[in-house]
């Protein structure tokens, strides 16, 4: 038997590599093991496991006296957490980052279905370019670039006077919440960042759901008589709603965890990210930091299962 | 009526001419075959009856109406796509009467002309699961049921029954037939499989580089074609060269002769007979496919089972009668 294999097998596969194929061969759920144990590792106990520490810690409280934490099982840091100033902030975390995702969908769409359709060859390429690129300087450097912009000595400000549209943007300025002293000073300044860093995160997932959308479906809808409007809301809408949910996780996520747009771009109002690195740093309170951190987890869970239930994955 | 006129219509894609000068007339209540390899037009043409293409020259007409500039929306024409396209997110009855709902048909009214469409391509019961539950064919009748439910004035229908395998589809074939006479509809049929559409079209196009080489009866395509393509591509007809013709008195310079219509024997009266080597044959379940050399020139024969094939290399006569011979229009 062992000269018959010996004999069939060529001589360049009889070394120890070959061996060592053979051995994988015969055994595929070895191999299975081998190349899935240390990323499995890396996420259940680096990953998973710090982020349930973290969770931990947010049972437990701090001593108001002495600045010490407290490791007894507690729910006072959620009560601390629900005060009136911590609503706030979490409020006004939350409809930006629905005011951003809703406003990255509508852009991210026509220019997603533009890439997935009609883009070919080097506009393909362009496309690909023109999206990531953002994405390869510095998030702090584009930061900084739009407080520039959107100053009152900005560029977007000497558009608005060019155009004899100052009044217009004085105007928006002057309206209360949305408005401020600036762009570089108001919500709009936040939003309009929000918007900017966080798109190609909103462009890829729908283009790749769109890409995924046979050409023949579209034309059967046209065939038996839907308008493209009709098309769109009843065939090319929800098959690409996975994808539109998958973006809206990234923009609504990092929005909800970003502390650095808010700080540099904004009014002084904080956001969750800026009072978790608040709590955890100047104050201490690492508790309540924590706790902070709870809510985008169940924001995005309680996101995650209306969006199920509204079937958008249906089309999966 | 007419139901489909095509006016010197082309459709070029830059430099490719995938539609050049077609001329038809497809009458109403017609079972209309375009047979062609791929690349030869004959989806094109279905696509410019659907809407989806424009012409780029020529004139077309559905119903004695204007079809150039009418969105594919706005026709009575509806397509049985050729992978069936169905809408994976729908279930099989939202399927059926998506045709309805765009056109604000009442839910209750259009659930009821859904379930009877299922119920017409044998499918009741199926309307609550999703496209990719179904089998294939399965999928293809309800393709056949979404487009039916629009009371369609012509039913397009692009190699529908390509992706079945052979039982299931002669039994399609079987049954769009008698569909098509029950319902009176106008089905105008993609295909490049030769025994479908000779075997369900009342008249057949056949297609090659964009225009159509020969237009009529699946028996007139079938046993008089009238170029050297129709020939071969129809019925794998021997195509005979010119100097045989002229042995055999044949003015053109091309003959087409079918392989069932010759026999491996010498010629009773009247026949014409020619003398070849047998070079090759093949046994093909109800014939033997014997392949004859004859100056150099391959003709197939197909002889019946119940006769002794000759062996490879041994001379034979081959005979036909002479009006199986028909002189072809072109080289």
Do not use: C, M, W
């Given at each position: 038997m062992t000269a018959v294999a010996e004999n069939l097998m060529?001589?360049?596969?009889?070394g120890p590599t070959g061996r060592l194929s053979d051995f994988f061969w015969k055994h595929p759920h070895v191999l299975l093991t081998v190349l899935l144990a240390p990323p499995l590792l890396w996420l259940g106990v680096v990953y998973i496991g710090s982020l349930f520490a973290l969770l931990l810690q947010s049972f437990f409280s701090i001593d108001?006296?002495?600045?010490?934490?407290?490791?007894e099982f507690t729910f006072a840091t959620y009560r601390q957490l629900l005060s009136e100033t911590n609503l706030d902030i979490i409020l006004r975390t939350v409809s930006m980052a629905a005011i951003v995702t809703l406003a990255s969908a509508l852009i991210a769409f026509p220019i997603a279905y533009y890439a997935a359709r009609y883009a070919q060859g080097k506009w393909k390429v362009l496309f690909y370019l023109g999206v990531m690129l953002p994405l390869w300087s510095s998030y702090l450097v584009k930061i900084y670039a739009w407080k520039l912009i959107l100053a009152k000595e900005g560029i977007v400000t000497w558009f608005f006077e060019k155009l004899h549209l100052l009044w217009l943007l004085d105007a928006w300025l002057s309206l209360?919440?949305?408005?401020?002293?600036s762009l570089s000073v108001s919500y709009t300044g936040t939003f309009i960042v929000f918007v900017y860093v966080w798109m190609p995160f909103m462009i890829l997932p729908i283009q790749a759901a769109l890409e995924r959308v046979p050409t023949n479906l579209i034309e059967a809808s046209s065939d038996l008589g839907g308008t493209p409007a009709q098309t769109f809301r009843h065939v090319l809408f929800p098959l690409a709603l996975p994808g539109i949910v998958a973006g809206s996780i990234f923009t609504f996520s990092l929005t909800l965890g970003d502390y650095i747009i808010p700080q540099i771009i904004g009014s002084s109002r904080l956001f969750i990210g800026q009072a978790v690195y608040a709590q955890q740093g100047t104050a201490g309170n690492i508790p309540l930091a924590a706790a902070f951190t709870v809510v985008p987890i169940v924001i995005m869970g309680a996101y995650l299962w209306m969006a199920k239930r509204m079937g958008a994955f249906d089309a999966l | 009526m007419t139901a489909v006129l095509f006016d010197n219509v082309s459709r070029h894609f830059g430099a490719v001419r995938?539609?050049?000068g077609v001329n038809l007339e497809i009458a109403e209540g017609e079972f209309f075959a375009m047979l062609?390899?791929?690349?030869?037009g004959k989806t094109t043409c279905l696509r410019l009856m659907a809407g989806f293409e424009q012409p780029t020259g020529g004139h077309i007409e559905i119903f004695g109406e204007t079809?150039?500039?009418?969105?594919?929306?706005?026709?009575?024409v509806n397509t049985v796509f050729q992978d069936y396209a169905?809408?994976?997110?729908?279930s099989i009855l939202d399927n059926v009467a998506y045709g309805l709902m765009v056109k604000g048909v009442g839910r209750e009214e259009r659930r009821k002309a859904a379930e009877d469409a299922l119920a017409m391509v044998k499918?009741?019961?199926?309307?609550?699961?999703?496209?990719?539950?179904?089998?294939g064919g399965q999928r293809q009748r309800v393709a056949l049921a979404r487009a039916l439910v629009n009371k369609p004035k012509v039913l397009l229908l692009d190699e529908?029954?390509?992706?079945?395998?052979l039982k299931l589809r002669e039994q399609m074939q079987e049954e769009l037939k008698s569909l098509q006479k029950s319902l009176g509809i106008t089905f105008v049929f993609v295909t490049h499989d030769q025994g479908e559409a000779l075997s369900m079209a009342d008249r057949i196009a056949v297609f090659n580089d964009g225009r159509i080489q020969q237009l009529g009866s699946p028996e007139e395509v079938y046993?008089?074609?009238?170029?050297r393509f129709v020939a071969d591509f129809v019925g794998s007809s021997n195509v005979l060269p010119a100097r045989l013709c002229q042995r055999l008195g044949v003015t053109s310079s091309y003959a087409s002769l079918r392989?069932?219509?010759?026999?491996?024997?010498a010629p009773r009266d009247g026949a014409l007979s020619l003398s070849g080597t047998v070079s090759a044959h093949s046994f093909l379940g109800a014939v033997n496919r014997v392949v004859v050399d004859v100056e150099g020139a391959r003709i197939a024969v197909a002889s019946p089972v119940s006769l002794v094939v000759p062996k490879v290399g041994s001379p034979v006569t081959i005979s036909f009668a002479a009006d199986e011979l028909h002189p072809m229009e072109d080289a």
């Open positions: 060529s001589p360049e596969r009889r108001d006296f002495s600045g010490l934490i407290n490791y209360p919440v949305v408005g401020g002293n | 995938a539609v050049d062609g390899p791929s690349g030869s079809a150039e500039g009418v969105p594919p929306y706005r026709r009575s169905l809408f994976p997110h729908l499918l009741p019961n199926y309307g609550s699961r999703r496209p990719g539950q179904l089998s529908p029954l390509g992706a079945l395998d046993k008089q074609p009238k170029t392989p069932e219509a010759i026999v491996l024997s």
